[in-house]
Nanobody, 119 residues
Framework: QVQLVESGGGLVQAGGSLRLSCAASGNIVSINDMAWYRQVPGKQRELVAIIHSSGNTDYPDSVKGRFTLSRDNGKNTAYLQMNSLKPEDTAVYYC?????????????WGQGTQVTVSS
């Protein structure tokens, strides 16, 4: 069984920083892309950052220059450093990863962690 466990969410003032972690556990053979998405009520889940197995990253314009996604392959963990946070960054943040478990690739999601940015 594979699990993604997120941590690091919370309440922060505008301009502040938070660091989210996503740890994958289980009998993992390999991890390809790891990503963070966010969702606010009534809106679609949107991609915040993605890191490929090569280490290359992509970000939407809304967070580019403020968010940095990194990964520690030895720990099967991804870290999302969020700086210069804005009230519009308030959302539930979900970790996502493409994981090979046994002989099968599948996409897994974490349970979500709340990030609230006060103005």
């Amino acid at each position: 069984q594979v699990q993604l466990v997120e941590s690091g969410g919370g309440l922060v003032q505008a301009g502040g920083s938070l660091r989210l972690s996503c740890a994958a556990s289980g009998n993992i053979v390999s991890i390809n892309d790891m990503a963070w998405y966010r969702q606010v009520p009534g809106k679609q889940r949107e991609l915040v950052a993605i890191i490929h197995s090569s280490g290359n990253t992509d970000y939407p314009d809304s967070v580019k220059g403020r968010f940095t996604l990194s990964r520690d392959n030895g720990k099967n963990t991804a870290y999302l450093q969020m700086n210069s946070l804005k009230p519009e960054d308030t959302a539930v943040y979900y970790c996502n990863a493409d994981i090979k478990y046994g002989g099968i690739w599948a996409t897994y999601w974490g349970q979500g962690t709340q990030v609230t940015v006060s103005s």
